[in-house]
């Protein structure tokens, strides 16, 4: 595999086209990187998780949302701080489930946020519950960080979470949840989460890049999600790729 060295911008949504006319993928993160420009052949590299084994439950989503642009959320949410690494929102003991197996998937996201501090007197989820209640997340800066594993967003995902909402996120997740199309990893502009109250009612106007608490009466604008909307929409870069003819159906 050829690799030629490209310079990215801050832009965490960023997809790059440049071989001929068909696009090639590339997810930057929420923070300047420089990282290899993938070549054509092969085009994509498995990132060890294939497309949903059946489609996730998104966060009360319009019925008539056909695409990112007209995509609405809401649910109530659950607020958490700062550098809530990986191995809260999925502990490595649990590394071993498959997602690709629909009975793992679910077992999966039954133990999302099971990692969180005694601190956090509310439960993500409640015990003998496999999805939680909370459809949105918000929290502060740096969410996602500590491992790479792609369980954390799959996990979220399977809870039945659609969005997360955070001042930064680590730059793997950030990708990492874009590639497996498993939740929206929004960036507001304040800090949200001082403001927010688990279990407030919250919707999102992705074509708006909007959040409204209905529970304070308080908009907030937040970051537009870009060109990774529609892989997410998709289900994922296999599901995108497939679909903008980039590998086969």
Known sequence: ????????????TSIATSFGSKPSLFLSSPRSIKLPCIHPQPIIKSLGFHARPF???RASA????QSTNST???GLCYVVGDNIDTDQIIPAEYLTLVPSNPAEYEK???YALIGLPASYETRFIEPNEMKTKYTIVIAGDNFGCGSSREHAPVALGAAGVAAVIAESY??????????TGEIYPLES???ICEECKTGDVISIELAESRLINHTTGKEYKLKPIGDAGPVIEAGGIFAYARKTGMIPC
């Open 108 to 110: 999966l996201g039954s």
């Open 1 to 12: 595999m050829a690799a030629s060295s490209s310079t990215f911008t801050r832009n965490p």
């Open 62 to 65: 319009t019925p008539a949302a």
């Open 170 to 179: 680590a730059r793997i997740f950030f990708r990492n949840s874009v590639a």
């Open 55 to 57: 489609p996730v439950p």
């Open 189 to 191: 502009e304040v800090r």
């Open 72 to 74: 609405t959320f809401h």
